[in-house]
């Protein structure tokens, strides 16, 4: 099966680019998409992007359009979200999740702290 | 955009049954995707299409969705089950297609 393992924490300061790595392995990635997917304390779940393993086609909420790039480095099947000009609202646990096309995500990453500090 | 709309809380004695909704406009129209997250974890999706099971989640969890509300039902609630749960349906809004329900905290007496 597919897994998702994501790189460390991170701090940045106010203004700042912040870009968090997943890499995906397993024998099934054919057809999936990778989304992105934050949680701030005491928020709920929230919808970032995706990125098609295949074809490296992108889609973004409308909220963070501007402001996040998801990219992928097929080579190591590795897929980057970067997040501009953070502020503190930004601190969160983001994830990213697995799904093949517009179903349940099945599989997702162990989640990475960003935090924003002023 | 499309919203979905959950309760904040339920709580339940061990062993009774939980049943956490997600009400959307013709919601039952949709397949709905619940996922459970515990604490410093990460969401495990527990029901698919409304009312699947993926591999290793028990037959306790179970769901439906009709009209404008799904619902997850949790049989012989444990405390183990206890964590906040999420539905989840895709819409046809580009911009926003991936929608949450705001979570349930399922809190075990």
């Known amino acids: 099966q597919v897994q998702l393992v994501q790189s460390g924490a991170e701090v940045k300061k106010s203004g700042a680019s912040v870009k968090v790595s997943c890499k995906a392995s397993g024998y099934t990635l054919t057809g999936y998409d990778i989304s992105w997917v934050r949680q701030a304390t005491g928020q709920g779940l929230e919808y970032m992007g995706w990125l098609n393993l295949n074809s490296g086609n992108t889609g973004y909420a409308q909220k963070f359009q501007g402001r996040v790039t998801i990219t992928r480095d097929a080579s190591t099947n590795t897929i980057h979200l970067e997040l501009s000009r953070v502020r503190s609202e930004d601190t969160a646990v983001y994830y990213c999740a697995g799904a093949k096309g517009a179903v349940a995500f099945d599989v997702w990453g162990q989640g990475t702290l960003i935090t924003v500090s002023s | 955009s499309y919203v979905l709309t959950q309760p904040p809380s339920v709580s339940v004695a061990p062993g009774q049954t939980a049943r956490i909704t997600c009400g959307g406009k013709?919601?039952?129209?949709?397949?709905v995707h619940w996922y459970q997250r515990k604490p410093g974890q990460a969401p495990v999706l527990v029901l698919y299409d409304d009312r699947d099971r993926p591999s290793g989640i028990p037959d306790r969890f179970s769901g439906s969705n009709s009209g404008n509300t799904a619902t997850l039902t949790i049989s012989r609630v444990e405390a183990g089950d206890e964590a906040d749960f999420y539905c989840q349906v895709w819409d046809t809004d580009n911009n926003n297609p991936v929608v949450f329900g705001g979570g349930t905290k399922l809190t075990v007496l």
């Open positions: 013709n919601i039952g129209r949709r397949s």
